[in-house]
């Protein structure tokens, strides 16, 4: 096996283990296994997963759920520029590849050496964490059901450290430091006042300023 084939086994099973998390604080939130799989195999991407579950497990509403997921999804499209010449010509595998198209997926092609390597790291690493990423949300869907409330064994905690360890590395510049507290004091003012899921929305705000002050600065 290739260095980056087993880097990216390695790292799907990191992630196939958190899938288990997911899958267990699914089923406290009320989705059934079907809902589950059909969620994990076609949504695919960890972070909107966790912030639509948190929305409904919160009482919030579907709608509310669903922007949440696509707002977390949509920086995904950022890393088209990078993998779209990686993936064949072919609607189908293009499509295919599209939908494959994640944090940890752009990240193992994008240190690889050549578009050969690239792409097949590339595919690899899909194949490797969709499968383990489906396979550990069943299991985490049925282990779930067996240890009842997810709080007794701590794993309500996955889904805001799942967040933080997506925001740390942007605090390393000014912009994400003030993106960060404009938008936790948004989505904290709107928490009293607004359903469920409806102050992470809000909080998304924050960028606006971010962006103010990001053009600032290059302009100097």
Same mark, same amino acid.
């Given at each position: 096996?290739?260095?980056?084939?087993?880097?990216?086994?390695?790292?799907?099973?990191?992630?196939?283990?958190?899938?288990?998390?997911?899958?267990?604080?699914? !089923?406290?939130?009320?989705?059934?296994?079907?809902?589950?799989?059909?969620?994990?195999?076609?949504v695919f991407t960890g972070a909107s997963q966790f912030a639509a579950v948190s929305v409904v497990?919160?009482? *919030?509403?579907?709608?509310?759920?669903?922007?949440?997921?696509?707002?977390?999804?949509?920086?995904?499209?950022?890393?088209?520029?990078?993998?779209?010449?990686?993936?064949?010509?072919?609607?189908?595998?293009?499509?295919?590849?599209?939908?494959?198209?994640? !944090?940890?997926?752009?990240?193992?092609?994008?240190?690889? !050496?050549?578009?050969?390597?690239?792409?097949?790291?590339? %595919? %690899?690493?899909? @194949? %490797?964490?969709?499968?383990? %990423?489906?396979?550990?949300?069943?299991?985490?869907?049925?282990?779930?059901?067996? @240890?009842?409330e997810p709080e007794t064994w701590g794993l309500d905690a996955a889904f805001p450290a799942?967040?933080?360890?997506?925001?740390?590395?942007?605090?390393?510049?000014?912009?994400?430091?003030?993106?960060?507290?404009? *938008?936790?004091?948004?989505?904290?003012?709107?928490?009293?006042?607004?359903?469920?899921?409806?102050?992470?929305?809000?909080?998304?705000?924050?960028?606006?300023?971010?962006?103010?002050?990001?053009?600032? @600065?290059?302009?100097?």
């Amino acid at each position: 096996m290739t260095p980056h084939r087993r880097e990216g086994l390695l790292l799907a099973i990191a992630v196939g283990v958190v899938a288990v998390t997911f899958g267990v604080l699914a !089923d406290a939130a009320g989705l059934t296994l079907p809902q589950i799989i059909v969620m994990s195999s076609l949504v695919f991407t960890g972070a909107s997963q966790f912030a639509a579950v948190s929305v409904v497990d919160g009482g *919030g509403t579907g709608a509310a759920a669903v922007g949440s997921a696509m707002l977390l999804a949509a920086r995904n499209a950022l890393y088209g520029p990078l993998v779209a010449r990686l993936l064949p010509r072919g609607r189908v595998l293009r499509g295919i590849g599209t939908h494959l198209v994640i !944090d940890e997926t752009a990240a193992m092609a994008s240190v690889q !050496d050549n578009d050969a390597d690239a792409a097949d790291a590339f %595919w %690899w690493t899909a @194949i %490797w964490l969709w499968s383990l %990423w489906n396979v550990g949300s069943v299991a985490g869907a049925l282990i779930g059901s067996v @240890i009842g409330e997810p709080e007794t064994w701590g794993l309500d905690a996955a889904f805001p450290a799942a967040f933080l360890s997506l925001l740390v590395p942007h605090l390393r510049r000014i912009p994400g430091r003030v993106a960060a507290m404009v *938008g936790a004091a948004l989505a904290v003012a709107m928490v009293p006042i607004t359903p469920a899921g409806v102050p992470l929305l809000v909080g998304a705000l924050g960028i606006l300023p971010a962006f103010a002050v990001a053009r600032r @600065i290059e302009a100097r």
